[in-house]
């Protein structure tokens, strides 16, 4: 087990140097440069600027640069946001992100799991065709027009709840909401499929057979088995989740991570994209990781290997 | 548990909706005072240091915090704040300002000439790395300490020579300077806070400021939070506090105005297809700005390096149509010095006028457009420039038989191929710094480097360069009236097509607020109405 984890976490770290390697190159191909504005500077002021950021020096010294930097966690000054560091700007954004990801996702799973239980127990009935068509609600309708539709209707209609802005609990629930739809649809599908696939294997039709309740079958035997695929599907959502989204940080004006994923970009704000790059990475490997190991207590099969 | 679940099987949603109802009836709706006032920035200022910031946001915070040796009045022209008198000695070559000695910091220390002389020197200084640097160039030995040529930085001639007398050296008369007083770059700083804090200086707690607000907190990408500064000189502000939000999405903003939780927006929360039915409410208004579009062309290749090519497609644009399509009162202009500037002449340029456009292409050889080679129009990626973009093919194509081609492009890829390599048409803009011909003119002088069309006049340099130097009023509007003529007439390297109009929408409770011509959101004078205050 332990060299299992070694392993892993070894091919973690060489991943985030892939994909911190690939980001640099990718964003010096890109044309135009961070500081390259309406308003064209002097040469001379130029090259004042680039030597405080180091970007006069050859690509390789400062490709050294920063990996040395990110080595000892320094992610860098942001060039848009004067005067803050990347790691600053992570520091104040992810914690928004990272609640309004765990709350979305805890909402989706808590929703998602008796609906696509519900789906496949009444298979083709009323209420499986009611919980798929939420289902295809959810992931077909874009996070902008849920987003908006949700403002309309508890802000502006009913006045329930404030339009936007992060701050008090009730700031969370329309966000929550929208950001949940596609991963709760997208778990209620797999959960149904998955459940309906186990439904119909020879071990349960055993324990049918051998008389036992309905519910220590479904609960007993056949919702476990059925997780597998559920859990494989967790570790990347948790990511996505967890990094926040641009388009629900934009519409309810949430002061999250998510929004640099495209803003940094159009800035050329090298160290924010690189920064932001790097975190949702180690999510991402550390969320597959923590999956992996759930493999073994959902499955005792997969101890063995 | 099944069996819990046959019964109640909506129960978890439910719950939730129990949850959401709860938290509807805890919601704070009366938490805002009176006097806290709610506007939108948008997004997060990149800074709030006044030698580094470069946007309006940022500058919309700072002009808040601060004031300096001037500001505008109503007709544009530098009036004093902290400089309470100025001479103009040696030919306009020095300025001396006088400075009022009741100005204090929010520390309680006095404002000195030494706070300017030190901002203006660290402006300057090659390691702020400030984009604003090349703005006091004119300032003698400016430009040589930027470049490092001067390590020195006594010999740059801005002196505070007591602490109530700041001497400035010019290398020529120019005679846009004051109004760079105007301009939060050259507001005074207090060099034992910089030293003190370094990067950190400008956040709460530690930043020292001299305006009408203090700043109370920065909640980064949230919230700005101003007080008002019981001891400004010129009396503390009517409203007690300012809460700035950072709402990118212009229809989530607008929705939180509708629902009364935001005080004040402007065009950065103002969607165009909404601007027709806000315009019909109280508390909206056109602020006209000293802004201008144009479309300019890369003059040094076929087929506009001819200026008849050029002439003809300036004369083939109907601007009247872009205020009905743009719908924010925007003004058609065939010149380029915007109104409200010294030297707008709106006489000048080539009006709408197909049948002469027709003549000067047939005469170029391209008759109906016949055998006109295959252009490019670019523009940027925004809504707004597409509609214009779009509307001009239109016109081209009916005028002159042109069908251009259109290509919007990413911010930064745009800038990008501007610099390298213009496309035959591009669209650009350009917005006051500080509102003086020679801000807008010299643009398009051949050293320039936003001179994207990459044209050329010695004429139009030696006017300008001449204008700038020219102290009396009337002779120098008469050399931009010049100089205009050969930009926008005779050699047409830009066609200017119209000033930029900005939306704004204030809650019909407050007064006073003002909004200015260069996009500055003045919080000083804004109250309550009388009636609504008396409620």
Redesign the interface.
């Known amino acids: 087990m332990l060299r299992f984890l070694l392993r892993r976490l070894v091919f973690g770290l060489v991943v985030l140097w892939v994909v911190a390697t690939l980001t640099f190159v990718l964003l010096r191909v890109l044309p135009g440069g961070p500081f390259d504005r309406e308003r064209r500077l002097p040469p001379e002021v130029m090259a004042n600027i680039e030597a405080k950021y180091h970007l006069n020096e050859p690509l390789t010294k400062q490709y050294g640069r920063y990996v040395a930097a990110l080595v000892r966690g320094d992610l860098g000054p942001s060039f848009k946001f004067i005067d803050r560091d990347v790691t600053a700007i992570i520091a104040d954004t992810f914690p928004v992100s990272a609640i309004l990801g765990i709350l979305a996702l805890s909402f989706a799973v808590t929703v998602a799991l008796p609906l696509g239980l519900l789906a496949a127990t009444y298979r083709n009935t009323w209420i499986d065709r009611a919980c798929v068509f939420l289902a295809t609600l959810g992931i077909s309708l874009p996070n902008f027009v849920l987003g908006a539709l949700l403002i309309w209707l508890f802000s502006l209609k009913l006045g329930w709840l404030q339009a936007a802005r992060w701050g008090q609990p009730s700031s969370a629930v329309l966000p929550m909401i929208t950001l949940a739809a596609m991963p709760c649809a997208q778990l209620t599908y797999l959960l149904r499929s998955s459940l309906l696939e186990t439904l119909g294997e020879d071990f349960i039709r055993t324990a049918r057979a051998k008389g036992l309740r309905e519910s220590v079958v479904l609960f007993k035997h056949a919702v476990r088995n059925s997780l597998i695929p559920v859990l494989t599907l967790l570790g990347p959502l948790f990511a996505i989740v967890v990094a926040g989204s641009f388009v629900v940080e934009f519409v309810f004006a949430i002061p999250g991570m998510g929004r640099f994923f495209i803003t940094a970009v159009t800035d050329r704000d090298y160290p924010l994209i690189m920064g932001v790059t790097v975190v949702y990475t180690a999510i991402l490997v550390c969320a597959n990781l923590v999956v992996d190991l759930l493999y073994s207590v959902v499955d005792p099969r997969m101890r063995a290997h | 548990?099944?069996?819990r679940?046959r019964k109640y099987?909506f129960?978890?949603?439910l719950v939730?909706l129990c949850?959401?109802?709860f938290?509807?009836c805890?919601?704070?709706s009366g938490e805002h005072g009176e006097k806290v006032f709610r506007v939108n920035l948008s997004t997060?200022p990149?800074?709030l240091?006044w030698s580094?910031?470069?946007d309006h946001i940022s500058f919309n915070v700072i002009a808040n915090l601060m004031v300096g040796l001037t500001e505008f009045d109503k007709k544009l022209k530098p009036a004093p704040v902290i400089a309470k008198s100025w001479e103009t000695l040696d030919g306009g070559r020095k300025i001396v300002f006088h400075l009022r000695d009741d100005v204090a910091w929010s520390d309680g220390k006095k404002v000195r000439a030494q706070d300017f002389e030190y901002s203006w020197k660290r402006l300057l200084n090659?390691?702020t790395?400030?984009?604003y640097?090349?703005s006091l160039f004119d300032i003698v030995n400016a430009?040589d300490f930027?470049?490092g040529k001067i390590t020195n930085d006594s010999l740059v001639g801005v002196q505070a020579t007591d602490d109530a007398t700041l001497e400035v050296r010019l290398k020529y008369p120019a005679s846009y300077f004051l109004a760079l007083t105007t301009f939060e770059i050259t507001y005074p700083q207090r060099q034992d806070v910089i030293e003190k804090f370094g990067?950190?200086w400008?956040e709460p707690g530690n930043i020292v400021t001299n305006g009408p607000f203090l700043l109370a907190g920065w909640?980064?990408?949230?919230?700005i939070q101003l007080k008002a500064n019981a001891n400004f000189f010129l009396g503390k502000p009517a409203i007690e506090r300012v809460e700035m939000?950072?709402?990118?999405?212009m229809?989530?903003?607008l929705?939180?105005y509708?629902?009364g939780?935001i005080d004040f927006l402007d065009k950065d929360s103002i969607p165009i297809v909404e601007k027709p039915r806000l315009a019909k409410t109280p508390g909206f208004k056109f602020v006209p700005q000293l802004r201008g579009e144009y479309y300019g062309f890369a003059v040094d290749r076929k087929p506009f390096n001819d200026p008849r090519v050029r002439k003809a497609f300036a004369m083939a644009i109907d601007r009247s149509v872009f205020p009905k399509l743009l719908r924010g009162g925007e003004l058609a202009a065939t010149s380029w010095i915007p109104p409200g500037m010294l030297a707008h002449n709106p006489k000048i340029g080539l009006v709408y006028n197909p049948p002469e456009a027709r003549r000067l292409l047939r005469e170029a050889g391209y008759p109906d457009g016949k055998g006109f080679p295959p252009v490019t129009l670019t523009y940027n990626t925004l809504e707004y420039n597409k509609i214009v973009a779009e509307a001009v093919q239109g016109m081209w194509k009916r005028n002159l038989g042109v069908l251009v081609r259109l290509e919007n492009q990413?911010?930064?890829?745009?800038?990008?191929?501007l610099?390298n390599d213009p496309s035959p048409v591009f669209r650009?803009?350009?917005g006051a710094?500080y509102p003086d011909p020679d801000n807008f003119t010299k643009l398009f002088a051949s050293y320039s480097?936003?001179n994207y069309s990459r044209w050329k006049n010695p004429r139009y340099d030696q006017l300008i360069e001449q204008a700038a130097r020219e102290l009396n009023e009337q002779k120098r509007a008469r050399l931009y009236n010049d100089a205009q003529k050969i930009l926008c007439e005779e050699d047409v390297p830009i066609v200017p097509l119209f000033t930029v109009t900005e939306s704004t929408v204030l809650n019909p409770r407050y007064t006073g607020l003002e909004y200015n011509s260069m996009g500055r959101l003045v919080l000083r004078d804004a109250r309550l109405k009388k009636a609504t205050s008396e409620k």
């Open positions: 548990m099944l069996l679940l099987p129960r978890p949603i939730f949850v959401l109802a938290y509807s805890n919601r704070t997060e990149p800074s240091d580094l910031a470069t090659p390691k790395a400030s984009e640097a090349y430009e930027h470049h990067t950190k400008t909640k980064h990408e949230n919230e939000f950072m709402i990118n999405e229809t989530t903003a929705a939180m509708e629902q939780q990413e911010w930064k890829v745009f800038l990008k191929q610099l650009s803009g350009w710094d480097p936003q």
